[in-house]
Nanobody
Framework: QVQLVESGGGLVQPGGSLRLSCAAS????????MRWYRQAPGKERELVGT????????NYADSVKGRFTISRGNAKNTVYLQMNSLKPEDTAVYYC?????????WGQGTQVTVSS
């Protein structure tokens, strides 16, 4: 079965950095694009960015462009979200996601809190 296991969230000061990881299993990871989403309390779920199956193309929301970087290690079946220059408005639960067999699969989510 498809499983996505996230890690790396925590509390960080404004201007700081965090790297999130999502370990995937249950499907041929290298054949699928991966996505990162986030959701803050009282807000709609937001697509943070995507990465293609080979990892050479990425796309980002305007709100994070230039600060966040998605990468993947296909040999490790892991996708990463490097977050730099963090702002309080980046505070949210972050999820990784894959569309597999016409169904959306999600990780458990990891909390990122940016606060002084």
């Amino acid at each position: 079965q498809v499983q996505l296991v996230e890690s790396g969230g925590g509390l960080v000061q404004p201007g700081g950095s965090l790297r999130l990881s999502c370990a995937a299993s249950g499907f041929t990871f290298s054949l699928y694009a991966m996505r990162w989403y986030r959701q803050a309390p009282g807000k709609e779920r937001e697509l943070v960015g995507t990465i293609t199956s080979a990892g050479w193309r990425t796309n980002y929301a305007d709100s994070v462009k230039g600060r966040f970087t998605i990468s993947r290690g296909n040999a490790k079946n892991t996708v990463y979200l490097q977050m730099n220059s963090l702002k309080p408005e980046d505070t949210a639960v972050y999820y990784c996601n894959v569309l597999w067999q016409q169904y959306e699969y999600w990780g458990q989510g990891t909390q990122v809190t940016v606060s002084s």
